[in-house]
């Protein structure tokens, strides 16, 4: 694997293998994150990015012109100790621009390298309201797996299409013999630009019951309970725009039925 670069070749047991590239809300890759973090998952190994990035420019600092640096995509693993499933994470800081059919499969290399069987993906599902508690919407590659996620009442949300290389992932490793599970967290329109923690807390809640590893979510939700206040601020602001710009006080309306 020319563009595959690894730092060592663990023995590992059953593993399996979550994904997350960034998306809306960044659902995915702060799940994926604070999983690497709170396992103290050590770096496997990387994907080299030059055959799938292209630069349009450079930055300038201070007026001083900046080396281009390409997007990282970074394994990780983390040792059951026999307790349970090894588990490799795959972490990217960019969707590739060129080659993502290629760019997946050199990731499902890395994982049937180590004897990976399934495979985790992490998304996000845009909904119009937002909801008090982000419901985790599922998608997987056989009826059994989704038998699986509804014992742990992820929601079958039936026809969606899931973007970019958190949903291409998974086609290819169906392509490929491998069960695939997709994990969406809900995530308002409105604040898509925004980091949502609080829908990466709902699709960790669920993969982590999926693994069979336990992790502390304190962190998770502190960083949940900050973006949460500058989301409803958002929804406040809107619904102030929508009374005052599209509705008339009662007077003004009988003012103009009466005129009529």
């Not at 030059?50 to 281009?68: C, E, M, Q, R, Y």
């Not at 290389?165 to 329109?189: I, Q």
């Amino acid at each position: 694997m020319k563009s595959v670069k690894l730092y060592r070749e663990p023995e590992m047991v059953n593993p399996c293998l979550v994904t997350a590239w960034p998306g809306v809300g960044n659902v995915a890759v702060i799940a994926a994150t604070y999983l690497k973090d709170r396992l103290n998952a050590e770096e496997l190994g990387e994907i080299d990015p030059s055959a799938f990035f292209d630069f349009g420019g450079v930055f300038i600092k201070d007026n001083l012109v900046d080396t281009p640096t390409f997007p990282e995509g970074k394994f990780y693993y983390w040792d059951s100790g026999g307790e349970g499933k090894d588990i490799i994470i795959f972490l990217a800081e960019a969707q590739p621009a060129t080659g993502s059919y290629e760019y997946a499969g050199l990731v499902l290399d890395v994982a049937q390298r180590f004897g990976v069987k399934r495979v985790y993906s992490l998304a996000a599902a845009i909904t119009e309201y937002h909801p008090d508690q982000p419901r985790v919407l599922g998608a997987a590659s056989s009826p059994e797996l989704l038998e699986e996620l509804k014992k742990l009442e992820v929601v079958m949300a039936g026809d969606f299409y899931v973007a970019g290389l958190n949903g291409l992932l998974l086609g290819v490793a169906t392509e490929r013999g491998m069960e695939g599970v997709c994990l969406l967290g809900e995530t308002v329109k409105y604040a898509a630009r925004m980091a949502n923690p609080r829908a990466s807390q709902s699709v960790l809640g669920a993969l982590t019951n999926l693994l069979g590893v336990e992790i502390d979510m304190a962190e998770l939700e502190e960083f949940a309970e900050s973006t949460e206040k500058q989301i409803r601020q958002i929804n406040n602001e809107m619904k102030r725009e929508f009374l005052q710009n599209f509705t008339k006080p009662i007077w003004e309306r009988q003012e103009h039925e009466e005129n009529g």
